[in-house]
T-cell receptor
Framework: GAGVSQTPSNKVTEKGKYVELRCDPI?????LYWYRQSLGQGPEFLIY????????DSGLPNDRFFAVRPEGSVSTLKIQRTERGDSAVYLC??????????????FGPGTRLTVL | RKEVEQDPGPFNVPEGATVAFNCTYS??????FFWYRQDCRKEPKLLMS???SGNEDGRFTAQLNRASQYISLLIRDSKLSDSATYLC???????????FGTGTSLTVIP
């Protein structure tokens, strides 16, 4: 079946611009996660959705970052007034959110964001 | 202190060698543990979950030591295709955050 998809695969923007990154999770997965991965680092948690609501947004670095999941499926990560330090790969993952130890995440291919 | 710590390596081993990675975690109440594999410029993919009793999948063996708060991954008979970064992942028993280590780089040399 189809995995997690993310668009665009690459995004180059200028400092100060607004960007939107999209994630389409695996069908039936109620949990959706956004991560940011910089070179040489592991994925860093940004935000977690259970259904339509942001159950945990404690990883968002500041108020320039915002994410929505209005219908409990597709999610959009929005970054305002982008800065060069926002350059990274933004990964989306989804899971069944069963809560048990077998509740594993499946990642999309990521969006590589470059802020010039 | 980081939630999850790994030796970044790199580990360069010959084909056929056995290699082991360790990972330590800081939250003693952590519930779930995983090893993910990440190839260059690709997304992380689940390699295996780590169960309390330890588990094996072919050439790969994962173990959990709750008392010392570390997990390990052992790869036997290394193949060239095992070259990748191996990420240790821990999930606490509260909340739904998954904490990733920085990854350990493995290169298997012909």
């Amino acid at each position: 079946g189809a995995g997690v998809s993310q668009t665009p695969s690459n995004k180059v923007t200028e400092k100060g611009k607004y960007v939107e990154l999209r994630c389409d999770p695996i069908s039936g997965h109620t949990a959706l996660y956004w991560y940011r991965q910089s070179l040489g680092q592991g994925p860093e948690f940004l935000i977690y959705f259970q259904g339509t609501g942001a159950a945990d947004d404690s990883g968002l670095p500041n108020d320039r970052f915002f994410a929505v999941r209005p219908e409990g499926s597709v999610s959009t990560l929005k970054i305002q007034r982008t800065e060069r330090g926002d350059s990274a790969v933004y990964l989306c993952a989804s899971s069944f959110a069963s809560g048990g130890p077998g509740d594993t995440q499946y990642f999309g291919p990521g969006t590589r964001l470059t802020v010039l | 202190r980081k939630e999850v710590e790994q030796d970044p390596g790199p580990f360069n081993v010959p084909e056929g060698a056995t290699v082991a990675f360790n990972c330590t975690y800081s939250n003693s109440a952590s519930q779930s543990f995983f090893w993910y594999r990440q190839d260059c410029r690709k997304e992380p993919k689940l390699l295996m979950s780590v169960y309390s009793s330890g588990n094996e999948d072919g050439r790969f063996t994962a173990q959990l030591n709750r008392a010392s708060q570390y997990i390990s991954l052992l790869i036997r008979d290394s193949k060239l295709s095992d070259s990748a970064t191996y990420l240790c992942v821990v999930r606490p028993n509260t909340g739904n955050q998954f904490y990733f280590g920085t990854g350990t780089s493995l290169t298997v040399i012909p």
